[in-house]
């Protein structure tokens, strides 16, 4: 078959996913790169959950969206940065804006709080944003999707604040993975190195844990310790 002729079939195939009203609606509101539940989606879409779970069934197979099980629930992402620019431009040539996310998250549990063993919200993808940054974890080589590994800096520098390392990757589990965070639509640091900082964090004093509930509270000694081991403002 002509490469052309295929390439200019599978541009047909994706241009016609993206033009259904409903699949548009739904592609659009993920260009802000958070993750959103089928439920969420058929809200925006304006259609039924079982008409949305066919949408987004279409929409992977054009490899547009990926999903991510999160528990019970199952969340949806643009595929990649590529397809967030083709509809930034789309939108460009249609004038539209989009949106913002607005979570309905409580602000005490938005801003931290206890994800079983670990640190979640806003603090903690902060946190997971800046070990990126500061080139402490990376992408694992080993493991595909949203595994991590610790860099030799990120090592030293967590060893440093009282991790145990060596401990921490002796544990049957997995060592470090991105966990998409409910409030924030984006991963924290989660597994056997997202407990070790929570250990950390409460031994450090930096957050406190609540006694009724999930939230935990930074305290000024932690906003201050985290700015200057981090370069993190909470």
Sequence with gaps: MDARR???????????????????????????????????????GEVSPPTASVHLNRLKAENLVRVQAQGRLRYYSLAGPSVARALERLSVLAGRSRTDFVPKTPDRLRAARVCYDHVAGAVAVSLHDRFLTL?????????????????????NALRALGVDIE????????????????????????????????????????????????????????????????????
Excluded at 144 to 150: D, I, K
Aim: net charge positive.
């Design 6 to 44: 295929t390439a200019d079939e599978v541009v047909s195939r994706i241009a016609t996913a993206i033009g259904e009203p409903a699949r548009t609606r739904m592609l659009l509101c993920l260009v802000d790169g958070l993750a959103r539940t089928s439920t969420e989606l058929a809200v925006i």
């Design 135 to 155: 080139r402490w974890i990376q992408r694992s080589r080993l493991e595909s999707g949203s595994a991590y590994e610790l860099t030799l800096a990120g090592s």
């Design 167 to 234: 401990a921490t990757r002796a544990l049957r589990r997995r060592f470090a993975y991105g966990c998409l965070d409910w409030s924030e639509r984006r991963p924290h640091i989660a597994g056997a190195l997202g407990a070790g900082l929570l250990k950390l964090l409460l031994k450090r004093r930096w957050i406190t844990r609540d006694l009724d509930g999930r939230a935990l509270s930074v305290t000024a000694l932690g906003r201050r310790e985290m700015q200057n081991r981090f370069g993190l403002e909470i």
